[in-house]
C-alpha cells in the first residue's frame, strides 16, 4: 500500500485531474490511497470571501464564491461521465450552504477561526469529491472518504493538531477495509474535533494528512506529487536554474521545510519516519 498525495496545481484543471487519473491508474496494482488538496487557488479564494464578509461586503464576498463554483463545476462536471448530474447536485449543494453562511457572517460582521476552518475546508471536500468521481468514471474501483471522519484533532482552529491515536483507530476502521478492493480518495488538509466540527491543519497541510494517513496504515511509501521535480537547492520563485536534491535524509528535509521551502509542509516527516 502506497499513499499518493496530489497538491493544488496538479488537480487545478480537468486536464491536470485527467493526468492525476492517468498516473494512478499506473499505480494501482501498489494499492494507493491518494490525498488531494484543493484545486489550485480554492482555498484563497474562499479565505478572501470569508474576509469581505466580515468586513460586510457581501456582494463581493458572493461574488468571489460564484467565481469558485463555477471554477468546479467547469472542471469537476467535464469529468463525472454518467455521474455527471450526480456530482452536479453535491456541488452546487455545498455551494449553497457557503452562500449561507458567507450571508450570515456579512450581517453579523464577525468571522471566528472556527468559521473560517468551516469555509476552507470546502476546497478539500470539492476536490476530492471531483477526483473520485474522476477515477470512478475512468474504470477504477473507488472509495471517496471524507477525510473528517478519519483526521480527529485537537480544537485549535486554522492550525489544528491531530490525535494521532484516535486517528490512527479511525484510519484503522474506516479507511483499511476498503484498500484491498478499492483506492481510496480523500481530502488533504482538514479534520475535525471529537465533536464533529471541522478543522485545518493549517496552510499547506496536504502534505501533512498523506502522511498521517501513511503512518497510521503503515505504507510502503508516501509519494507527495506536486509542479516541481523534487525538493530543489533554492526555492525556484527566488533563485531560478537550482539543482534537484536527488535524495535527501529525514532531518535535512524537515530543515528546509522549516526553514520555508513551501514544497513540503513542515510537520510532515515526523510521520513519514514512523
Ligand atoms: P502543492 O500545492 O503541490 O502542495 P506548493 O505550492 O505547496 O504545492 O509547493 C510547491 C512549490 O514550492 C513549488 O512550486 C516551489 O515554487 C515551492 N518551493 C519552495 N521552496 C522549494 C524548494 N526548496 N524546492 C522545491 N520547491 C520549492
Ligand atoms: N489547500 C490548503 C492550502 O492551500 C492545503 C494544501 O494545499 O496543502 O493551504
Ligand atoms: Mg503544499
Known amino acids: 500500500m502506497i499513499v499518493m498525495k496530489f497538491g493544488g496545481t496538479s488537480v487545478e484543471s480537468q486536464e491536470a485531474i485527467a493526468r492525476v487519473t492517468r498516473i494512478v491508474q499506473s499505480y494501482e496494482h501498489r494499492r494507493p490511497i491518494v490525498v488531494v488538496?484543493?484545486?489550485?487557488?480554492?482555498?484563497?479564494?474562499?479565505?478572501?470571501?470569508?474576509?469581505?464578509?466580515?468586513?460586510?461586503?457581501?456582494?463581493?464576498?458572493?461574488?468571489?464564491?460564484?467565481?469558485?463554483?463555477?471554477?468546479?463545476?467547469?472542471?469537476?462536471?467535464?469529468l463525472a461521465g454518467a455521474a455527471a448530474a450526480e456530482l452536479d447536485r453535491y456541488?452546487?449543494?455545498?455551494?449553497?450552504?457557503?452562500?449561507?453562511?458567507?450571508?450570515?457572517?456579512?450581517?453579523?460582521?464577525?468571522?471566528?477561526?472556527?468559521?473560517?476552518?468551516?469555509?476552507?475546508?470546502?476546497?478539500?471536500?470539492?476536490?476530492?469529491?471531483?477526483?473520485?468521481?474522476?477515477?470512478?468514471?475512468?474504470?477504477?474501483?473507488?472509495?471517496?472518504?471524507?477525510?473528517r471522519r478519519i483526521i480527529v484533532t485537537d480544537d485549535r482552529f486554522t492550525r489544528a493538531q491531530p490525535l494521532l491515536e484516535q486517528t490512527y483507530a479511525r484510519l484503522e476502521e474506516n479507511v483499511r477495509p476498503f484498500t484491498e478492493e478499492s483506492i481510496v480518495v480523500m481530502g488533504g488538509f482538514i479534520g475535525s474535533t471529537q465533536n464533529g466540527q471541522t478543522t485545518t491543519l493549517g496552510r499547506?497541510?496536504?502534505?501533512?494528512s498523506a502522511?498521517?494517513?501513511?503512518?497510521?496504515?503503515g505504507a510502503e511509501e508516501i509519494q507527495i506529487w506536486t509542479d516541481v521535480d523534487g525538493m530543489l537547492t533554492a526555492d525556484p520563485r527566488i533563485v531560478p536554474g537550482g539543482h534537484r536534491v536527488k535524495s535527501i535524509s529525514f532531518a535535512e528535509a524537515a530543515e528546509m521545510a522549516y526553514f520555508g521551502a513551501k514544497v513540503l509542509h513542515p510537520a510532515t516527516v515526523l510521520p513519514a519516519v514512523e
Not at 455551494?95 to 471566528?112: A, C, P, Q
Not at 499547506?204 to 501533512?208: C, F, K, L, N
Open 211 to 217: 502522511a498521517i494517513a501513511g503512518a497510521g496504515l
Open 37 to 78: 488538496s484543493a484545486m489550485a487557488d480554492t482555498t484563497n479564494k474562499l479565505l478572501r470571501a470569508a474576509a469581505e464578509a466580515e468586513a460586510g461586503r457581501r456582494d463581493q464576498a458572493l461574488g468571489l464564491v460564484d467565481e469558485v463554483r463555477t471554477y468546479h463545476l467547469t472542471h469537476g462536471l467535464a
Open 91 to 147: 456541488i452546487r449543494a455545498h455551494f449553497e450552504w457557503l452562500d449561507d453562511l458567507v450571508r450570515g457572517i456579512s450581517v453579523v460582521g464577525e468571522l471566528s477561526p472556527r468559521s473560517m476552518d468551516a469555509i476552507a475546508s470546502l476546497g478539500e471536500r470539492l476536490s476530492s469529491l471531483i477526483v473520485a468521481f474522476a477515477f470512478r468514471s475512468a474504470g477504477m474501483p473507488t472509495q471517496y472518504v471524507d477525510a
Open 204 to 208: 499547506g497541510g496536504s502534505d501533512y
